[in-house]
């Protein structure tokens, strides 16, 4: 199973497929990091929480606009792997299967960066 996973993923532009998404994860993440600190230890004023909204604002703008500007392009070539490639789909078969995966399709975990701030 892991070999046939591997083997089908060689070939699949992840970074077509999921345009800066690390990007997206290093910054949500560096903000729940720093919104945890201002609240463990006891310093959650609304400055504090208000300054740190505007810190993640400014970090967080320009790789979410080139995710959304760039979300046509992978749902198309996502459409195109999933028409043109029978492993393609067999490996979206076992990916569905994962417990991991919440039986959520490539499709649905390509709109999610969108439609946690919409």
């Known amino acids: 199973k892991q070999w046939y996973q591997r ?3 060689a070939d699949i532009d992840e970074s077509l497929l999921f345009p800066n998404v690390n990007k997206l994860y290093k910054v ?4 729940s990091f720093e919104l945890y600190k201002v609240f463990k230890e006891g310093n959650a004023t609304d400055e504090s929480v208000i300054h740190a ?10 790789p979410y606009q080139r995710y959304c500007l760039n979300y ?12 043109e490639r029978s492993d393609f ?7 569905l299967e994962d417990a991991r ?12 960066p969108m439609q946690h701030l919409m």
């Not at 909204?53 to 967080?60: C, D, I, P, T, V």
């Not at 392009?73 to 792997?81: C, I, M, N, Q, T």
């Not at 995966?101 to 999610?112: E, F, N, P, V, Y």
């Open 89 to 95: 789909r067999e490996y979206e078969k076992l990916c």
């Open 7 to 9: 083997r089908v993923r």
């Open 53 to 62: 909204l505007q810190e993640f604002s400014k970090k967080f703008h320009h």
């Open 28 to 31: 949500s993440n560096a903000f």
């Open 72 to 83: 046509t392009r992978a749902a198309k070539y996502l459409k195109s792997l999933k028409t």
């Open 101 to 112: 995966c919440k039986k959520r399709q490539l499709s649905d975990l390509l709109i999610c």
